[in-house]
């Protein structure tokens, strides 16, 4: 069975940064787009990025436009997020996953169900 393998989380204090990788072994993400989600404690699951396979067109939520940049390397079948400037709002669980019926992302942003191979997330806490 596939599942995708996030990691990167941790503990940071507000403004700090972090990295998250998302790895699919057994599963190549080519032709997919890829998506970070997040689901912070008595929240739904919220999209935060996609990125799409080839353009590399990509897109944010609001909420983390212009502080966080989704990137993919197809060669080494990863993808990951880059969280700058990160605000305790940004706590939560962050999980990768791959959209099936898509290459490329959509505006707005396709939801969760759309994803498969759901991991079993990384933790990121901002907190000073």
């Known amino acids: 069975q596939v599942q995708f393998v996030e990691s990167g989380g941790g503990l940071v204090q507000p403004g700090g940064a972090l990295r998250l990788s998302c790895a699919a072994p057994g599963f190549s993400l080519d032709y997919y787009a890829v998506g970070w989600f997040r689901q912070a404690p008595g929240k739904e699951r919220e999209v935060v990025s996609c990125?799409?396979?080839?353009?590399?067109?990509?897109n944010y939520a609001d909420s983390v436009k212009g502080r966080f940049t989704i990137s993919r390397d197809n060669a080494q079948n990863t993808v990951y997020l880059q969280m700058n400037n990160l605000k305790p709002e940004d706590t939560a669980v962050y999980y990768c996953?791959?959209?099936?019926?898509?290459?490329?992302?959509?505006?707005?942003?396709?939801?969760?169900?759309?994803?498969?191979?759901w991991g079993q997330g990384t933790q990121v806490t901002v907190s000073s």
């Open positions: 996953a791959a959209n099936l019926m898509r290459s490329r992302c959509t505006t707005p942003a396709a939801p969760a169900h759309e994803y498969s191979y």
């Open positions: 990125i799409s396979y080839r353009d590399p067109s990509t």
